[in-house]
């Protein structure tokens, strides 16, 4: 796959065995666990769970629904910022907007933001709002409503991690809005993809927003309609969207799948329901990381070349093929690889040669057999399955790498108290993709216990750095070293529609609806 570009794969017939979207947009860095999937067992194959049927003519596409809909919860909040997970936020998404997007690369964009400046020592940021921006109500844009806005994301479970470096949000006059923070950050304009809402109308169960559509309720029930007052005087594809009350993520499967609603967002690296119908998907990447804990304080473990070696010895190609279905990415850095960040010279693929000779290089072919556990979450089958495999991979020469699958709360107790050799983890990262909780000195995850001067100082002058690659290449050349984790892959979520109804799509980890004025929809008020 092309880098920076969505993948797209068509299928027709019966999708089994697809879960229902896991809640990425977690507010701190936490080891997840997964959803269960049968154990995968004996030879893997490098082919996705589902099967494509074969045959030679294609079967035509189900006919075409008379509007687009999508489901919501009626009567709760639309404000992004409280709002539930899962598809009231996708909603939002296409009333509100935020000061920056990141793309489909994790590339920054201006959206109400036009500009910002920076102060020497790194420490405040000016915010310039972008000016001829109005709500639907018809008043402009303003500082003061960027910043209540962020002031309430600021101490919200959804945004309060992301924004821990802010101390102080300010307005200047009626376009400028300053923050000010306890210690720099070069990428905090990353983290600012937060939905900003009219200030005043934050209680409202729908706020008034700046987006692309507004939401509207008549006899007919409620609806997104176009905004023709749109800022960026685009077209959208189609006029009106109809949304349908669902109750839970049930209650939506069901609705996709009789074809009262046309966009449904899933996980698909595991499975625990089916969806049914001529169906078409769209990845889009996370921040959403699979990776290996090692605890340094074991004797074996606190040698650099046999952390090495057993980074060398993962078939992470195999694990995203073979245990999620392809729905996910391969990386061996602690930066999801759309990212232009990501050091794809650095890259190694994974064969029995190189980890073999890794293993003697580390002096693991002596004859004197060393064990390692490897604790991971018993409720997440999907992660049992994934390292049982890595396990067996890993056992060779005098190296034995054993499995002990722990309850979430046990795997949990076990983690803080240091009682691991190697542990399989998930983690949803920032989008600044700053590690410190991960391996800096005393982090907050870093159950491990690594600890290195160079590490520190380099994640500080990642952190700190307002020219990001310079620092990340030095950064991941350490880590390539150093391993103190093992990175496995990054996650994708993935948006359904039915097959022949949408085209275009470009999701986004934050916004399935990314470029909305770029689909083509068919309804059949409008196919000709």
Not at 71 to 86: A, F, H, K, N, W
Not at 254 to 279: K, M, P, Q, R
Not at 424 to 449: C, F, Q
Request: glycine share 8%; hydrophobic share 40%.
């Amino acid at each position: 796959m092309e880098r920076g570009k969505a993948r797209q794969k068509w299928t027709k017939g019966t999708i089994g065995g697809i879960a229902c979207l896991t809640a990425l947009l977690l507010t701190l860095l936490l080891p997840l666990s997964g959803c269960g999937q049968e154990e995968t067992t004996g030879q893997q194959e490098d082919t996705p769970w589902y099967q494509e049927e074969q045959t030679e003519q294609e079967e035509p596409s189900a006919a075409l629904p008379e509007r687009m809909a999508l489901s919501y919860r009626e009567g709760q909040s639309l404000d992004p910022i409280t709002c539930v997970e899962g598809m009231q936020l996708q909603v939002a998404n296409l009333l509100y907007e935020p000061l920056f997007a990141l793309d489909s690369t994790f590339t920054r964009e201006e959206v109400l933001c036009d500009g910002y400046t920076v102060s020497e020592d790194g420490l405040r940021y000016e915010l310039h709002i972008r000016s001829g921006v109005r709500f639907w109500d018809g008043s402009e844009l303003a500082a003061s409503d960027v910043a209540a806005t962020l002031r309430r994301a600021l101490t919200s479970e959804r945004y309060g991690n992301r924004l821990s470096d802010i101390r102080r949000i300010t307005v200047n006059g009626t376009d400028t809005v300053c923050l000010e923070l306890y210690q720099a950050n070069g990428a905090l304009p990353d983290l600012l993809d937060i939905p900003i809402v009219k200030s005043g109308t934050e209680e409202d169960t729908v706020p008034v927003g700046t987006g692309p559509y507004l939401y509207i309720t008549d006899d007919n029930g409620a609806y997104l309609s176009a905004n023709g007052d749109w800022w960026r005087g685009t077209e959208q594809p189609i006029s009106q969207i109809a949304l349908v009350d669902a109750k839970d993520t049930e209650t939506e499967q069901y609705l996709f799948n009789s074809y009262e609603i046309h966009v449904y967002t899933a996980d698909l690296t595991s499975g625990t329901a089916a969806l049914t119908g001529s169906l078409s998907w769209v990845d889009a990447p996370t921040a959403v990381m699979q990776f290996v804990g090692v605890n340094v304080s074991r004797p074996l473990l606190s040698d650099a070349a046999v952390r090495r070696a057993l980074s060398v010895g993962i078939d992470r190609a195999t694990v995203v093929t073979g245990y999620l279905s392809g729905h996910a990415e391969a990386a061996s850095f602690p930066v999801s690889p759309r990212s232009t960040l990501y050091p794809e010279e650095l890259e190694e693929s994974y064969s029995a040669t190189a980890y073999s000779t890794a293993l003697e290089q580390a002096g693991l072919r002596a004859g004197e057999q060393q064990t390692l556990r490897l604790l991971v979450n018993a409720d997440s089958e999907e992660k049992v399955s994934i390292a049982n495999y890595m396990a067996q991979t890993w056992s060779h020469y005098d190296l034995q790498v054993i499995v002990e699958a722990l309850p979430w709360e046990e795997y949990l107790a076990a983690l803080a108290a240091g009682n691991f050799d190697l542990y399989y983890g998930e983690v949803k990262l920032r989008s600044d993709w700053d590690v410190p909780e991960l391996i800096g000195t005393n982090g907050a995850l870093n159950y491990g216990g690594y600890t290195a001067e160079e590490t520190d100082a380099l994640l500080a002058a990642f952190r700190t750095s307002g020219s990001r690659q310079p620092a990340a290449e030095a950064l991941y050349a350490h880590l390539t070293q150093s391993c103190p984790i093992l990175p496995v892959c990054f996650k994708n979520i993935s948006v359904l529609t039915h097959r022949g109804m949408i085209e275009g799509m470009a999701p986004t980890a934050a916004n399935i609806f990314y470029r909305m004025e770029d689909w083509q929809i068919a309804v059949a008020e409008t196919a000709e």
